[in-house]
């Protein structure tokens, strides 16, 4: 394998007197700051020769390099090699029986690949491997570094700011965007599974809350149609503290990126109703009044999601919020579906249950390819495995078994995967090789 140093990054406690040392003592020069809102990290980089020194600085004290520098104190964080084939040079290290933080590479900053080795096989240090996305490149694309590792030793996935991401599938062309990041207990997220076995897979924070993003998706094709909507704005402040908001970016600024406009969306289909799919179908405009955010869209929601939504019980309550919903109905928005259907040419509904009754997919077809948005079926890249089940399914035996023929389904079509709440991949494939399963980043 050949790597060459793309960086070294260093956990400054005091940025200050870093630069004091770092820019006037040693005479360097610092590019500006580039923050990485999710993880509370302002990352500076000085450019030496061909790689860089990274200071990275907390922004807040629940920032895991906050944490990492109260118990280690300001000091060498990782390096970053970087490699032509990612892929191939974690298959090496596994061969070699080198322990890895990260099997499989997710998604960096400007379309890089990383992942993080364990620092027990680095003698030590935590080393960051990295490809960039166009293998040529001489040097590292500008923008944030997206994988500040968080605690001691393990790397976190990180949400930063989501770029729009565009696929394209026969002819329709699919939009990642980003309602921004939120945050939910970690034991809840993986239901029976051990913290030892999640937290390196998705760190904690001091609350024992992980990071998750809220990435709606649009299908361009016969319409425009966006699928779940992220959160929206109508929450207070102790809805935001609750849950650890972070909508730096948020679905304004990334349909306005994929240069939609509200009025653009025909559609809005619910893979269910939870606040942190729906939140967004509504807004509440300066009268004060709730109503529809796209003005020109048929929402379209599933009969029995609606019924749930709309007569909750103690376990679903805090999921369900009327505004979010009910305002569609008054304004005649609302479309019921009964069944498994096509939605528009290439865009199907499948109910999965599990997390919800009613809770379900999407199946994008179009020139003989396929894509699932999955929602809150698998919605996360470590939900893959199939006990990784979250605490909040109302039927986690449902879900077992959606997944189970689900992700057989997706394997043997190679199909594509979007993570609606992924904090770092929006969208993957799930290969298996010798009853071993491998996600691989889109
Ligand atoms: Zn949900
Ligand atoms: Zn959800």
Redesign the pocket.
Same mark, same amino acid.
């Given at each position: 394998m050949k790597a060459v140093l793309d960086h070294v990054g260093i956990a400054v406690k005091d940025l200050s007197a870093a630069l004091a040392f770092y820019r006037d003592a040693l005479g360097l020069e610092i590019e500006a700051p580039e923050d990485v809102a999710s993880q509370r990290v302002r990352a500076h980089f000085i450019p030496v020769g061909e790689s860089s020194l990274e200071l990275l600085e907390a922004t807040a004290p629940d920032s895991p390099i906050a944490a990492f520098v109260g118990k280690r104190g300001p000091r060498l964080h990782h390096i970053t090699l970087r490699v032509d084939d990612i892929i191939a040079a974690l298959a090496q290290l596994k061969s070699r029986g080198a322990r890895l933080i990260d099997e499989q590479p997710r998604a960096g900053a400007a379309g890089s690949l990383v992942a993080f080795i364990h620092p027990s096989a680095a003698h030590g240090v935590l080393v960051e491997l990295k490809q960039h996305a166009v293998p040529s490149a001489k040097h590292r694309a500008p923008g944030i570094e997206p994988s500040a590792p968080s605690t001691e030793h393990s790397a976190v996935a990180i949400g930063q700011p989501a770029p729009v991401r565009r696929y394209s599938l026969g002819d329709l062309e699919l939009i990642s965007l980003c309602d921004g990041f939120f945050h939910l207990d970690g034991g809840a997220m993986f239901g029976v599974v051990p913290k030892p076995l999640w937290a390196p897979k998705a760190p904690p924070d001091d609350r024992n809350r992980i990071t998750l993003a809220m990435r709606p998706l649009i299908v361009r094709g016969a319409r425009t149609m966006i699928i779940d909507a992220g959160v929206g704005d109508k929450e207070n402040a102790k809805f935001a503290e609750i849950y650890g908001l972070d909508r730096g970016r948020h679905l304004d600024h990334t349909l306005a990126d994929a240069g939609i406009a509200p009025e653009d969306i025909e559609i809005v289909l619910a893979s269910h109703l $939870?606040f942190? $799919?729906a939140g967004g179908f509504t807004m509440r405009g300066a009268d004060g009044k709730v109503r529809p955010r796209f003005p020109r869209a048929q929402y379209v929601v599933r009969r029995g999601e609606w019924d749930d939504a709309t007569h909750p019980n103690e376990r679903n309550r805090a999921s369900y919020f009327a505004d979010n919903y009910v305002p569609l109905a008054d304004a005649g928005v609302l479309q019921l579906v009964d069944e498994d259907q096509t939605i528009m040419p290439g865009v199907r509904v499948r109910r999965t249950g599990g997390h919800t009754m009613h809770h379900q997919m999407v199946i994008i077809e179009s020139g003989g390819k396929a894509a699932a948005f999955v929602?809150?079926l698998i919605?996360t890249a470590a939900h893959v495995p199939d006990p990784w089940i979250m605490g909040y399914d109302l039927y986690p035996l449902d879900t077992l078994a959606a997944k189970k023929t689900f992700v057989g389904e997706a394997i043997a079509r190679e199909m594509l995967i979007f993570f609606?709440?992924d904090p770092a991949i929006a969208a993957g494939y799930i290969s298996q090789e010798d009853g071993k399963r491998r996600l691989i980043p889109a």
């Open positions: $939870h942190d $799919h929602a809150d919605p609606e709440h």
